[in-house]
């Protein structure tokens, strides 16, 4: 059984800098968003983070990011589908910060139209998590800001109002341990 594992956000997009939700659309990375995934790598091996595994979402800037901490820690890679970011339906490309958005991610069973609830979401994370602590190796997770969301809710109690306003910043490392 897993103890740990470590969980790190994909680096700077484009729709990041201007302030859109990315969500399942496939957006690159920015030049400053390699080099944040440069600098993972390298903060990874400084701070002596082990891991057998890096597991990342299949979206590029996900993958790009987990291909340089790779590149730079010698850790393999391998694309976790699960691992993609939820599917914001109709947000998809619209502000981060606007206020019906972050009223909308409390609603935990709305697919907002064409996309993936919270519940959905939070089903396939849970189910992977399960997996990752039923296993024996150390992963590092690649993926995105609605993905770490989730992760978070799986180790703490969390009301509707720090579940939206929950978020980790771009190449940020958080450290899980299981109980």
Known sequence: ?????YFVRHGETVWNVENKICGATDIALTDRG?????ETGEKIL?????????????LVRASETA??????????????QRLIEQNFGRYESTPRDGA??????????????????????????????DDIRDDDKTYIL???????RIVESYFREMDNEEFSSFGIKNCEIRRYDFD
Not at 34 to 38: C, E, G, L, P, V
Not at 67 to 80: A, C, Q, Y
């Open 1 to 5: 059984m897993s103890d740990h594992f």
């Open 34 to 38: 390699h080099k944040q995934a440069i």
């Open 46 to 58: 400084s701070e002596g983070i082990k891991a057998d595994e890096i597991l990342s979402s299949p």
């Open 67 to 80: 291909r340089h901490i790779s590149e730079m820690t010698g850790i393999p890679m391998r694309i976790e």
């Open 100 to 129: 019906e958005f972050h009223e909308a991610k409390k609603h935990m069973a709305s697919r907002f139209s064409t996309g993936e609830s919270m519940m959905q979401l939070a089903q396939r994370i849970y189910n992977l998590l």
């Open 142 to 148: 690649v993926a995105h800001n609605g993905i770490a």
